[in-house]
């Protein structure tokens, strides 16, 4: 149990250890801080769209928030597989094995290509159906089809550069993913300044401007990782054959452990798509308010994502090597680092939140339910880190991709889904209530996060049987 032999061990691992080792911070820096600038570029990114959409009303930012579910479901899909592959690359480089770290690329970006393909389709033919599913103002209907079909011709071009950014983090090259994003940003937010508002000569096209800028930033960022990739002529540079040199007993293999993740990311994805239609039942204010807080939480969440992503990296190595005993120490630091940070996240969030609402331009209770939003937020900081770190570094990096699935498809569709409902339909809470309520989702998963971490089951080198 938490509180015996194995909550000693933990509190030992986490007050005597967590500082003493200068080489374990030299590589959680090197790794996470090119992680956390490219999270926080990709956060502003879409804290610019949302701002200078909002500028133009509530519809519009309803709008594109709804079309940007499709594509949140499709991230879901691809990151699911390249995670999942991610924990084959960071063992396989910890092994020194540059040959099946090809393979793995090669098969991420297969199925990446695929997936993309499926929702560009989906979302170019039959976009007006897909935004009806999460609200029924004809407004918002119209605004959200008009920024769908647009930004989906972006979707391949966003599956090729994440495949690669995620390989590159697997094998702790961070320096590279961070310089790309830097150029999408800039991309994205002069062009939605042009397009948007009819700047710089452009045509004012409002929501399609917004769409435009991003489908061509994320072109340029596409091109410019991959011109990068081929010149600096690393692992990752690898020919067509070299890529896509693999059989079926390979795919067969990989898939035990990636298909989890798959289904992991699914899971939790699908359960986020359910929560937007719940607070769609609200009404549009809701999804606004939703919109809005989510942005401004992105912010705030850009290191806890850089230390999970890291974690996940340091630890598949050191597994990957053989040095498990090490894995489970860098795991138990990781995870006294994670509260120590979310303390601070928790803080920022509660003392910053009326000044950075005050930058949006919509209605008194819009501002007040995303106020409402944030406070719970800030109150359950400390476990929704836990359960990051947790989940989307040390067990997956562990190889621990079964368990972590369980953990998710239990809370989520046991917990979380029903109470969404429970509280905007039954009850009829307000958005915040709805949000208040979902916390119980996370406390749960955080018990059986840590309670797993104690018991070391978690260890599964699983590039041992794949040549």
Not at 7 to 12: A, E, F, S, T, V
Not at 73 to 81: D, E, N, P, Q
Not at 335 to 342: C, S, Y
């Amino acid at each position: 149990m938490l509180f015996g032999k194995g909550g000693r061990k933990l509190r030992r691992g986490l007050f005597k250890r967590l500082f003493s080792d200068g080489e374990f911070y030299k590589i959680l820096l090197a790794i996470a801080i090119p992680i956390v600038i490219q999270n926080l570029i990709a956060s502003s990114l879409n804290m610019v769209d949302t701002v200078m959409i909002g500028r133009v009303g509530e519809f519009e930012i309803a709008a594109v928030g709804i079309a940007n579910q499709v594509f949140f479901l499709f991230i879901i899909l691809i990151m699911g597989f390249y995670s999942g592959a991610g924990i084959f690359i960071s063992q396989f480089w910890g092994n020194n094995d540059e040959k099946n770290i090809r393979r793995i690329l090669g098969l991420s970006l297969i199925i990446g290509v695929i997936i993309s393909v499926i929702f560009t389709t989906g979302a170019l033919f039959l976009p007006e159906p897909i935004v009806r599913i999460f609200n029924k103002d004809n407004d918002v209907i119209r605004l959200g089809s008009d920024y769908l079909k647009v930004v989906s011709i972006s979707y391949i071009f966003t599956a090729i550069t994440f495949a690669f950014s995620m390989a590159l983090r697997s094998i702790g090259k961070t320096m590279l993913p961070m310089i790309v994003s830097i150029i999408a940003l800039l991309t994205n937010t002069i062009l939605n300044y042009a397009f948007i508002f009819g700047n710089l000569g452009a045509p004012e096209l409002g929501v399609k401007g917004a769409a435009l800028a991003t489908l061509i930033a994320r072109i340029i960022e596409a091109i410019v990782l991959i011109c990068y990739v081929y010149m600096s002529k690393g692992v990752l540079a690898s020919s067509i054959k070299e890529m896509f040199n693999f059989n079926k007993e390979f795919v067969e293999k990989s898939f035990k452990t990636i298909i989890p993740v798959v289904l992991n990311e699914i899971c939790w994805g699908l359960g986020s798509v359910v929560y937007a239609i719940a607070y769609g039942k609200i009404g549009t204010q809701a999804i606004a308010s939703i919109q809005i807080t989510t942005t401004i939480q992105n912010l705030y969440m850009v290191l806890v994502f850089g230390i999970a992503n890291a974690s996940a990296v340091m630890v598949g190595n050191q597994i990957g090597a053989g040095e498990e005993e090490k894995g489970k120490e860098y795991a138990y630091r990781l995870f006294g680092l994670g509260a120590l940070v979310a303390i601070g996240i928790s803080i920022l969030i509660w003392v910053t939140a009326k000044d950075v609402l005050n930058i949006f331009k919509v209605s008194e209770t819009v501002l007040y339910d995303s106020l409402m939003i944030l406070y719970i937020t800030s109150l359950i900081m400390i476990v929704r880190v836990i359960n990051i770190i947790l989940i989307v570094g040390v067990l997956r990096g562990g190889g621990d991709a079964k368990y972590s699935l369980k953990l998710e498809a239990f809370t989520m569709w046991g917990i979380g889904v029903p109470l969404s409902f429970i509280g905007a339909i039954w009850f009829n809470l307000p958005i915040y209530g709805v949000v208040a309520l979902l916390t119980v989702e996370e406390v749960v998963k955080c018990f059986f996060a840590v309670k797993r971490l104690i018991s070391n089951k978690w260890v599964n080198r699983v590039i041992h049987d794949i040549q």
